[in-house]
C-alpha cells in the first residue's frame, strides 16, 4: 500500500542516504500513527539494519553515546535530532524498565515484536508502503491499545508501558484491550520498582490532556492510582451529599468531575486541581443534624499533597505552586469583603497563582455540581485587578531604605525598616499616594 504523503527534505534524505549507501531504514513510531491518522507529524524516528559505526559514516556530524543503538542527527529544520536506531533484541529486565542487555538484531521483524503496543509496531518503507504485522491498523481505526504479544511479557519487561497504555489511551481518546487491560490489573503493583520521576512524567501528560478525567478513571479501574495514588482511592464512597451543600457526588468522584471542567493547560494547576481536596476523608464528620463537615481539610489536604509532590518528585517550583494552590483554595467570594480581604488572599495565593486559582475553583464549582460562575464571583474578579493597582509589600514603595536614610539623616538599622513600614500601611489603607513625591513629602514631616 503506497501512502501519498510529503515528507520533510531532512526524512527524504535520510532515506535516500541509506538506500544508497544500500541499507534498510524504515520510518517508525508514532510518525507512522500519525501518517496513517492524517495528523501533522512532529517526532520522526527510523531504524536500520546499519549500526551506530555504519551510520556515522553516513553522517558524520550525527552523535550516539548511549548502549541502544540511537544516533542522533541534527537538522536545521528540526529542533530535536532525528533519531536513527539499529534493529535491537532485548534480553532481561532485571530492574523492570531496562533491559540487561541489547544486541543488534537482523532484520525489521525482530525489532518491531519487541516493541510496546501494536500501534506503535508498524513501519513505513523508504517508498512509504505499510509494514504491518500485528493487525496494526485495524486497531488503529478500531481506537484500541493492544500490547505487542503477550501483554504480561511486554509489562514484565518494562512496567512503566502500563502507565504510558493508559497515559497514550487518554491522550487519543483509545480504548485498552481487554487482554491488555487485565495484563495491567495483574500486574500494575510492579510499577513501584519504576523511578517515581519517570511515573511523574507519565501522569503529568495525562493529566495535562483534555481526557484526563477519563485518564484517571483508568488509573482507578485498572489498580495503577491504588500503587501511585493511594490517597486519592480512599476519597471514593466519602459521601459529601447534606442538607444545605450544594455537592451531589463522593469527594473521590467530585475531584475527577472538578479536573474535567478546570480549564487549565498546566498539568501542576490541574492536579491541583485533582486532588484539593483529598484531605476530607480524614476530616469527615456527620452532625445529628445530618450536615456533613470537613473542618480543616485544607490544611490536612496540604500536607498529603506535600508527601505525594515528595514521593513523585516534583521539581521545588512545582512543589511551591502546587501546595499553594491546595492550600489556599477555599477561600471566600463576598461582596462585603475588604480591599485588605481580597489583598490578603492575593498574597497568600500570590498575583502569578491567582489565575490557575480561579481555574482550579471553576473546576471545584462545576465539579460540585453548581454553575461555573456567580456574579460574586465575577465581581470579586473585577475587585482583585483594582486592588492589584495598589502596591503589596515595603518593595513595592516608590521609596527605598536610602530615601529614608537621605531625607531623615539616619544611619542602616531597624528604624529604616520601621519607617518603611508605617508608610506602607498608611499607603495600603490608601491615606496616602504611592507616589515618589508625596512619600518624600510624607518623609520630611516625620523629621
Known sequence: MDLHVQLPISVAEILEKFDTAKYEIYIVGGAVRDILTGKVVHDWDFTTNATPEEILKIFPDGFYDNI???????????????????FR????????RRPDKVAWGKSLEEDLERRDFTINAMALDKNLNLIDHYNSREDLNKKIIKAVGDPNERFGED???????????TELGFSIGDKTFEAIKKNSPLIGKIAKERVKDELFKLIASPNAADGVMLLKDSGLMQEILPELIKCFGVEQKSPGRHHIYDVGTHLVMS?????????????ATLIHDIGKPLTYKKLDTGVITFYNHE???TKIAENIADRLRFSKKE???FLTLVRWHQFTVDEHQTDSAIRRILRNVGPENMEDMLALRTGDRLGGGATETSWRLEEFKKRLIEVQKQPFSVRDLKING????????LKPGPK?????EEIFKEVEEMKIENKKEMLLKKLKNLS
Open 68 to 86: 541502544f543503538g540511537t544516533v542522533g542527527i541534527k537538522t536545521e529544520e528540526f529542533e530535536r535530532p532525528l533519531e536513527v536506531t539499529t
Open 89 to 96: 533484541t532485548e534480553f532481561g529486565y532485571s530492574d523492570k
Open 159 to 169: 512496567a512503566l508501558r502500563m502507565m504510558r497504555a493508559v497515559r497514550i489511551a
Open 259 to 271: 479536573l474535567k471542567f478546570c480549564k487549565s493547560t498546566d498539568p501542576v494547576t490541574k492536579f
Open 299 to 301: 490544611m490536612v489536604s
Open 319 to 321: 512543589k511551591d505552586k
Open 402 to 409: 536610602n530615601d529614608v536614610m537621605k531625607e531623615l539623616n
Open 416 to 420: 529604616v525598616g520601621e519607617i518603611l
